[in-house]
């Protein structure tokens, strides 16, 4: 926490966590600064909870949000409060500020965050405990943190949020699930029940709600593996996938770095975008896909998976590649022996980015010696064969060769 700037001036800018307490759990120096400040910005829930420190004029949050971004920066210089609940950096508004406003023009003096405080409540550790906020995202989110035994706590958006958990735990496999619901917490209203996912029966839910899941896991069960090549049979595809062992030496060519993005070109089910960006949540795909059909299958894939940000563009490489941001890494799976598909691909990717391409035809396969020939990295051959029925006994089925060109721009 700043007090002074480089310059010599105090912050102008002072952001507040606040608690369902009010002023009870505020220290001296945040009240003093409530009370000072000519300008306060919050929710209206914040102000209610503040409101016998206010003097100075409220400023409640509009929409768009840009709105409001623009109403603080336009009072640099004179002193601003910024109400927020709980921990203004963690999922709150503090981190949007900062995009703005240098960190020694603030100071921040956070609260509990609603994640500390239901851990505090349950007496669960927090650092052995998943935490993800569902608050205006998509709830498929959760997905990937599915596994038996674990303990995850999710802040939802509303009264709502519990029931649709509920409803996605035992329609995924997980039914006997136990939910616990943590209204308020932190003041005069708090309140906490439990309910079983698939019995869920829990109503009049406040608003301001945590949930806190201990995941149980029925036969069935959709659990996505931590491990890169995840069963075929999870994905929904019309045979045009790479298949599981394939898509797992693909994923770790492709070496997935932290804030990366892929380019997954011909992206067919989406299932190599998909296992990229369930390496690390930093992570983000572009799926190119020319069929509208399997385009939509790969919006389903991903909502699926835990990852429904993977953006999905609908149309033909090189075409559709036009006006995309810059890609640390690639991948072509289908569509690569299209005329100056791998042209434009290497033109895009960034200084020391990766470069993928599977070929099963011969005529793609051409293209990657080609490019080999060309542009140097590697040819790998993959071969896989499964054990089959053959008449009343045993043997090997192989399936087709993949060939497997990588190469990284110098």
């Known amino acids: 926490m700043a007090d002074v ?32 400040a000519p300008a306060v910005f919050g929710g209206a829930r914040h102000h209610a909870l503040a409101a016998p420190l206010i003097s100075g004029e409220t400023f409640a949050w509009q929409s768009p949000f840009e ?37 020694d023009e603030m100071r921040t003096i956070p609260a509990p965050s609603a994640f500390s405080l239901a851990a505090s409540c349950l007496g669960w550790p927090l650092q052995d405990v ?19 035994r674990r303990r995850i706590i999710a802040l939802t958006s509303d009264e709502n949020g519990p029931r649709a958990l509920a409803n996605l735990l035992a329609t995924d496999g997980f039914g006997q699930s136990q939910l616990t619901v943590l209204e308020a917490l932190g003041g005069a209203r708090e309140r906490r029940r439990n309910a079983i996912a698939a019995d869920f029966d829990l109503t009049d839910i406040d608003s301001l709600n945590v949930c806190a899941l201990q995941i149980a896991a029925g036969e069935g069960a959709r659990i996505l593996s931590f491990a890169a090549g995840l069963e075929d049979g999870l994905f929904e595809h019309d045979g045009q996938i790479t298949k599981r062992e394939i898509r797992a030496m693909t994923v770790s060519a492709l070496a997935p770095r932290h804030g990366q993005l892929l380019w997954d070109i011909g992206a067919g089910s989406g299932s190599i975008g998909i296992e990229w960006m369930l390496a690390d949540p930093s992570l983000k795909t572009i799926a190119v896909e020319q069929s509208s059909e399997r385009a939509a299958r790969i919006a389903r894939n991903a909502s699926a998976f835990g990852v429904p940000h993977l953006a999905v563009v609908e149309g033909a490489a090189p075409g559709a590649l036009a006006g995309l941001p810059e890609p640390d890494a690639i991948f072509i799976g289908g569509g690569g022996s299209e005329p100056n598909v791998i042209d434009a691909a290497t033109a895009a990717l960034k200084r020391g980015g990766r470069l993928v391409a599977n070929a099963v035809t011969l005529e793609m396969e051409a293209v990657l010696l080609s490019e080999h020939a060309k542009r140097g990295g590697s040819l790998t051959r993959i071969e896989i064969a499964r054990a089959g029925a053959i008449g009343g006994m045993s043997g090997w089925r192989p399936a087709m060769p993949v060939t497997q060109w990588c190469w990284t721009k110098g």
Do not use: K, M, Q
Request: hydrophobic share 40%; charged share 20%; proline share 10%.
């Open 67 to 103: 709105r409001s971004i623009e109403a603080i920066l336009a009072r640099r210089g004179t002193p601003v409060v910024v109400l927020a609940s709980g921990d203004p950096f963690l999922y709150g508004v503090g981190a949007t500020l900062s995009r703005h406003v240098a960190v």
């Open 130 to 148: 998943a935490t993800i906020s569902l608050h205006g995202r998509p709830i498929d989110l959760i997905r990937p943190h599915l596994h038996p």
């Open 5 to 36: 700037s480089p310059a010599g001036n105090p912050p102008w800018l002072t952001i507040i966590g606040i608690g369902e307490d009010g002023p009870e759990g505020l220290g001296e120096e945040a009240r003093r600064l409530i009370a000072g």
